[in-house]
């Protein structure tokens, strides 16, 4: 059964990059079946996502944070990360990580979440 | 690329029946498969129907998904309401670009 853990840290100042890595287990993250994506939601409000990459390194990226994201995949570690540069305090939410099947466009299953608040 | 527009919020009362809607503002909602996600407080959310109209293994069959092409729009209907059923539900769908949507989320009170 697959499970993936979101690490990283949970305040970070206005104008560095957040930094944070998806851990999966239970299976390859080189499976062919799935991309891997990341979410957001900010307190209070709906979700967003961020981007997903595929085990090649092959990435979407959300058009309105496309400039601000990279996504990488460690196939060694079983892990992929995100990296959001330039960040201000809209960027603090709960950033999820989940499976995504690129061809019905399906997240499941999600991690539990990480708050990342951005403040000084 | 386009939107998901979802009711802000719903109530109805247990035993009762709902239906959520999630309309797409361009491209045919029949060309790209909808999810809808249920989000309880403080935790992440989960599936409750996948493909337009799939339910994974363990979601009661209370809940169907339908899309109508005619309003280009997807539903979500949740029957014999309970109590437990309360939650924030998300439809998401994406393009030809791969770009993925998620509609704004609905709040479902059961009173």
């Known amino acids: 059964q697959l499970q993936l853990q979101e690490s990283g840290p949970g305040l970070v100042k206005p104008s560095e990059t957040l930094s944070l890595t998806c851990t999966v287990s239970?299976?390859?993250?080189?499976?062919?079946?799935?991309?891997w994506g990341w979410i957001r939601q900010p307190p209070g409000k709906g979700l967003e996502w961020i981007g997903s990459?595929?085990?090649?390194?092959?990435?979407y990226y959300n058009p309105s944070l496309k400039s601000r994201v990279t996504i990488s995949v460690d196939t060694s570690k079983n892990q992929f990360s995100l990296k959001l540069s330039s960040v201000t305090a809209a960027d603090t939410a709960v950033y999820y990580c989940?499976?995504?099947?690129?061809?019905?466009?399906?997240?499941?299953?999600w991690g539990q979440g990480t708050l990342v608040t951005v403040s000084s | 690329n386009f939107m998901l527009t979802q009711p802000h919020s719903v109530s109805e009362s247990p035993g009762k029946t709902v239906t959520i809607s999630c309309t797409r503002s361009?491209?045919?909602?029949?060309?790209?498969?909808v999810q809808w996600y249920q989000q309880r407080p403080g935790s992440a959310p989960t599936t409750v129907i996948y493909?337009?109209?799939?339910?994974p293994s363990g979601v009661p069959d209370r809940f169907s998904g339908s899309i109508d092409s005619s309003s280009n729009s997807a539903s979500l209907t949740i029957s014999g309401l309970k109590t437990e059923d309360e939650a924030d539900y998300y439809c998401?769908?994406?393009?030809?670009?791969?770009?993925?949507?998620f509609g704004g989320g609905t709040k479902l009170t059961v009173l």
């Open positions: 989940a499976s995504w099947e690129l061809l019905t466009g399906w997240f499941d299953p």
């Open positions: 239970g299976g390859s993250i080189s499976s062919s079946s799935y991309y």
């Open positions: 990459i595929y085990y090649s390194g092959s990435t």
């Open positions: 361009s491209g045919s909602i029949a060309s790209n498969y």
């Open positions: 493909e337009d109209n799939q339910r």
């Open positions: 998401q769908s994406y393009d030809s670009s791969n770009d993925v949507v």
